[in-house]
């Protein structure tokens, strides 16, 4: 019998506070869902008075909240964000698990995808993994099928997991085959796997029943997408400068009637509501001024780095990764990511994702500079003889962009370009 021993060993670990997961929400949340967000933490917390005007420079009263358009479609009573935060609700689930559920929720892309760089962050964040896991297969377990997966891999197997009876062969060809799969290559696949032809196309069958897009079983036939910009860079006075634009943001304040009933009652009861009240709204003014701090200083560096963009000597971007962008600023990559996830930004030149201004460099240009080159490039190809990858790749290091053939055909795949022999005109 093995002796038994009882020791004492300091360990060091890192828990995430409700506060701060709110404020890495807030950080996450667009001009528009921030003002909705706002408004309902004022109705639940009597401290918090709004102010209910600004005046702008000309001296006119300007509304502080976005008041949407009679008849306009609501996106957040039909979204896939609502219908999965209604189906956690009927959950019982404990609190760090529901709070984590409905924070990956907030994550999720157009698609129904959890990014692998949103994933990485919240492993930054020093939550236990055991609860990342359990939260991870909570959302999973929701509908639709193959929402929150993480890749198109996992969300096809997903949705194959739920199949009764189960289908090993298509399980098989998702994990192992899907890029033969991709290009109907049935043959490869039968003796990659060793099945018969007629069970591999069986099975490819099933497949391609699947939808690799969760999202879309969730959105309207038409969706109108109304985009508010968090930033706006504009010319003043001979000097460019990137603005929050506040004008939709209502603005809070703590109430001092509040304050005084909190100095003056003597009941137990009311001052330890009023403590806990107070402290909230304290906590999120000082996230809301935090997340507004981040995205100015995000903003300003943009500004800097593309200026020759936005005074329109050049329609190229410089490069500037996340990575070298959080050097600059002094904090964390994922706060970047967080920073201008889902955030528009709007210019002379149009309105654009904040994500669009960060781009990795390739031999000293930016890659939204490659991309645009071979867009051109494309559209200006003979369609009875279109341009191979190799002779794009050839045709910008005539330009003085080098570039391997392999990221032609990568950063084509991402422009949604098909291949030379599909582009091809009879």
């Not at 189906?87 to 157009?110: G, I």
């Not at 970047?336 to 669009?356: A, E, I, N, W």
Request: overall charge negative.
């Amino acid at each position: 019998m093995s002796d038994l021993e009882l020791r004492l060993e300091p360990k060091q670990a890192l828990r995430i506070s409700p506060q701060l997961l709110q404020a890495t929400r807030m950080l996450l949340m667009p001009a528009q869902e921030l003002s909705h967000f706002l408004e309902r933490a004022a109705e639940e917390n009597p401290l918090l008075e709004r102010i209910e005007h600004r005046t702008n420079a000309r001296g006119s009263s300007e509304p502080a909240a976005f008041v949407p358009e009679a008849g306009r479609w609501d996106s957040a009573m039909a979204s896939l964000s609502a219908s999965l935060t209604g189906q956690l609700e009927h959950r019982r689930l404990d609190k760090p698990t529901a709070a984590l559920c409905r924070y990956m929720v907030e994550l999720l892309d157009d698609n129904g995808y959890l990014d692998s760089e949103d994933m990485a962050a919240i492993q930054h964040l020093g939550i236990d993994p055991a609860l990342i896991d359990r939260a991870l297969a909570v959302l999973q377990s929701l509908e639709p099928a193959g929402v929150g997966a993480r890749s198109v891999e996992e969300c096809l197997l997903l949705q194959l997991q739920r199949r009764r009876p189960r289908e090993p062969a298509a399980e098989e060809i998702v994990t192992h085959c899907l890029p033969l799969l991709g290009k109907k290559q049935y043959a490869a696949i039968a003796r990659q796997l060793r099945l018969p032809e007629s069970e591999v196309r069986r099975a490819c069958q099933i497949i391609q029943q699947l939808e690799p897009y969760p999202a879309r079983c969730e959105e309207p036939d038409e969706t109108p997408v109304y985009v508010i910009p968090d930033v706006i860079i504009e010319e003043a006075d001979g000097q460019w400068q990137a603005a929050l634009n506040e004008r939709y943001l209502p603005r809070f304040s703590v109430s001092r009637q509040y304050l005084e009933l909190l100095e003056s009652s003597g009941d137990t009861e009311v001052q330890q509501y009023l403590k806990e009240k107070l402290r909230q709204a304290q906590w999120m003014l000082a996230c809301l001024e935090k997340r507004q701090s981040t995205l100015q200083r995000c903003a300003d560096l943009i500004l800097q780095t593309q200026s020759d963009f936005f005074q329109g000597t050049t329609t190229h971007l410089s490069p500037m990764t996340m990575r070298a962008a959080a050097e600059r600023m002094q904090v964390h990559e994922s706060t970047v990511g967080r920073c201008v996830k889902d955030k528009y930004l709007q210019c002379r030149q149009g309105t654009f994702p904040l994500r669009y201004f960060f781009s990795g460099e390739v031999n000293g240009f930016s890659g939204q500079a490659v991309r645009m080159e071979i867009r051109a490039l494309v559209r200006a190809e003979d369609g009875h003889r279109p341009l191979s990858d190799s002779r794009i790749a050839d045709m910008l290091d005539a330009k003085g962009i080098s570039v391997a053939r392999r990221t032609v055909a990568k950063y084509r795949q991402e422009m949604g370009i098909p291949p030379a022999c599909q582009r091809k005109q009879a």
